[in-house]
Structure formats: structure tokens, C-alpha cells
């Protein structure tokens, strides 16, 4: 983990290098400890070679911040995709940068309750272009709304696990119910669509950045990937650790071997079995040509 500190708006511009990945990757055995391990892959391993899929993976999205393009999310996707959950029908997770900038030119803050020309339902009232709990909970619902176009656009679905990347190397402010807010803006966005939401981080870290959840938040029940383990042994017993909201458990937590970052599946973690896609009822043979042009008209 990079050191431990709270990056306040001012600096920003300095604060764009977190993420789960770190370091190039290299191919690689994975720890002989027969553990069914997974990995997490992002921009810093762009153009370098990469393991044998894995049991699992997790595929940063952005590329080192919010609202920034991973360049090479595609083609770690389409490994993802041929790793040992994915065949099985799980898609692979996906990971997300997060920060709450406040209104830091150049940078994109919200004036209101709307992004993209879209109402967004604010439970903490109306966005005054303040750093505020109102904006920072819309501009968290805008950041993954672009995070789920940019997957869609590298050919990936919406419809599978995101991680939300908690750490104190992005900006954040000094109010703990802003960041929480931006958060939370961010989970409502990612479930209305289908997705399920985790949180990575440390104790530490979200602590610093959060602070307490509060019980009803949506952010209350969500699973905790934890970094900071050293081994698989560690790994192990960083599951047993409290988990970063109420009423979750941790999922999986992370530790690095060189120049590869492993995860481990915490156990009561693994992922349900894929649900068959519901097969559409035929379509009505159309009564004449009348009909059926009536009925395009319509619709």
C-alpha cells in the first residue's frame, strides 16, 4: 500500500495514482500453497505480459482516477473473461476508482440535481455547487454512470460485481459525510443497474475517509475487499478481520508476490451459481399488414 494520507482538494492534481493494481506484470507461478487465488489487473500492466487466467479477476475500469479510461480495459477483459468463474457463467469483477474533488477547476463538480440532462434522486436535498453532501452524492451517481458507459463501450456488461477502490491516495474532503455521500451516489447508480457493489480498502483508509456508516446507508450490507495481507497465510486471516460497513462481510482480501497482485476468496465467498437467461416468449404473428403497422407506430 502507498503511504497513508488524506489528499485534500487543493491538491488534486498530484493525488490521480491510486488503484488495487501496482506494478508491471509479469507471468508468473502463483504461491504453492494449492489456494485457488485471482487476480487484479489494471492500466499498469498495459503492454506487459499477464498471468494464465486465474480462478478469478478483478479489472480496474479507470485509469488511476475517476473519470479517466482504462487503455487497455478490452483486451484485460477479454482475458478476464476466459478465467475460471467467467467460463463457469460469473463475469469477471471490475474495480472503480473513487474520489470527492469539491469544485476544483478544471475539474467537473455538480451545480444541481442533474447530470447528462437527467433528474438524479438526491436523498441529502438540492446540489448548490458546494462541496456539500448533496453535490458530492450527485457527482458520485455521474462518475458511475460514465464508469458503466466506459465498460459498455470496451464490450463488457453492467450486470456484475463492482468494487469501489477507497484509498487515501485520491482527493477527498475534510467532511466524512461528503465522501461517504459520493459513495453512496456511486452504489445507488451501480444497483440501479444491475450491479452488485463491494468496497476495497483498508481499516485504516476508509476509516480516515468515511469515517462510521450510517446504519441506513446504502452502503450498509456491502461486501469489504481488503488489501494490506502479505501471503497467502495473511490472507487468510485478514477474512477474519471486521468488515469495512455494517452488516457486510469480507469477500476477499489481497496481497502481492512480485510483480502480481493476488486476491483470496474469503470462505461463504463464492460466487452463486449463473442463472439461466430467461427465454422471451415468441411474437404474436401480426392479424395483417395493417396491424402490424399500426402497432410500429405506436410503439
Not at 473473461?81 to 471490475?94: F, I, L, M, Y
Not at 463488457?156 to 491516495?169: A, I, K, M, Q, S
Not at 462481510?249 to 493476488?262: E, I, K, N, R, S
Request: proline content about 9%; hydrophobic content about 40%; some cysteine.
Amino acid at each position: 500500500m502507498r503511504a497513508i494520507r488524506i489528499m485534500v482538494a487543493a491538491c488534486l492534481l498530484f493525488a490521480w495514482q491510486a488503484g488495487p493494481a501496482q506494478g508491471a506484470v509479469t507471468a508468473g507461478a502463483a504461491p504453492a500453497d494449492g489456494a485457488a487465488l485471482g487476480n487484479d489487473i489494471s492500466w499498469p500492466q498495459c503492454g506487459g505480459d499477464l498471468p494464465g487466467p486465474p480462478a478469478f479477476a478483478i479489472v480496474g475500469v479507470n485509469g488511476g482516477r475517476p473519470d479517466t479510461v482504462n487503455p487497455c480495459l478490452s483486451a484485460q477483459l477479454a482475458w478476464a473473461e476466459r478465467t475460471s468463474d467467467a467460463t463457469a457463467g460469473t463475469p469477471a469483477a471490475v474495480y472503480v476508482n473513487t474520489a470527492a474533488t469539491g469544485p476544483v477547476e478544471p475539474l467537473w463538480w455538480p451545480a444541481g440535481n442533474t447530470y447528462q440532462g437527467k433528474d438524479v434522486g438526491n436523498p441529502y436535498g438540492v446540489c448548490d455547487g458546494s462541496a456539500s453532501p448533496a453535490c458530492a452524492y450527485v457527482h458520485g451517481y455521474a462518475m458511475a454512470l460514465n464508469d458503466v458507459a466506459i465498460l459498455k463501450e470496451a464490450g463488457g456488461g453492467e450486470r456484475r460485481t463492482w468494487w469501489l477502490d477507497v484509498e487515501t491516495g485520491n482527493s477527498w474532503l475534510w467532511d466524512k459525510a461528503a465522501n461517504a455521500a459520493e459513495l453512496e451516489g456511486m452504489a445507488a447508480y451501480l444497483q440501479s443497474a444491475g450491479a452488485e457493489v463491494g468496497i476495497y480498502s483498508t481499516a485504516y483508509q476508509f476509516g480516515e475517509i468515511v469515517g462510521a456508516i450510517n446504519p441506513g446507508s446504502n452502503l450498509s450490507g456491502l461486501n469489504s475487499w481488503l488489501a494490506g495481507a502479505e501471503s497467502t497465510s495473511t490472507a487468510r486471516e485478514l477474512c477474519g478481520e471486521v468488515p469495512l460497513t455494517p452488516g457486510g462481510m469480507v469477500a476477499l482480501t489481497q496481497f502481492t508476490d512480485g510483480d502480481l497482485d493476488y486476491n483470496y476468496r474469503c470462505p461463504g465467498a463464492a460466487p452463486a451459481p449463473a442463472a439461466p437467461l430467461p427465454v422471451p416468449p415468441p411474437d404474436p404473428a401480426p392479424l395483417d399488414a395493417y396491424a402490424a403497422m399500426h402497432a410500429a407506430q405506436i410503439a
